[in-house]
């Protein structure tokens, strides 16, 4: 069983910069491969980026060069560096973990861009 609690939400204005967080509890962190979607408001859940238990990582078209995904196996945590925000990046980010059949999420947090 892994359990997911992000962190690091807020308020910021267009432009800015948040670095979101997720640590996740459990044992095997470091063979899950991790991933950030997000749910606007009135949006369906939409997948960000993946980063694979090797590092590799994959990227949304929509958020390709401003955003940055990292993981410290050694803290049991994933971290989602997200620059240069736009309004239309405001939604609940959730955390992601997945294991051939094995999958856990964490409740989310909320980033609202906005001036």
């Known amino acids: 069983q892994v359990q997911l609690v992000e962190s690091g939400g807020g308020l910021v204005q267009p432009g800015g910069s948040l670095r979101l967080s997720c640590a996740a509890s459990?044992?095997?962190?470091?063979?899950?491969?991790m991933a950030w979607y997000r749910q606007g408001p009135g949006q369906q859940r939409e997948w960000v980026v993946t980063i694979t238990k090797n590092g590799d990582t994959m990227y949304a078209d929509s958020v390709k060069g401003r955003f940055t995904v990292s993981r410290d196996n050694a803290k049991n945590t994933v971290y989602l560096q997200m620059d240069n925000l736009k309004p239309e990046d405001t939604a609940v980010y959730h955390c992601?973990?997945?294991?051939?059949?094995?999958?856990?999420w964490g409740q989310g947090t909320q980033v609202t861009v906005s001036s």
């Open positions: 459990g044992s095997g962190f470091s063979n899950f491969a």
């Open positions: 992601n973990a997945r294991l051939f059949r094995l999958e856990y």
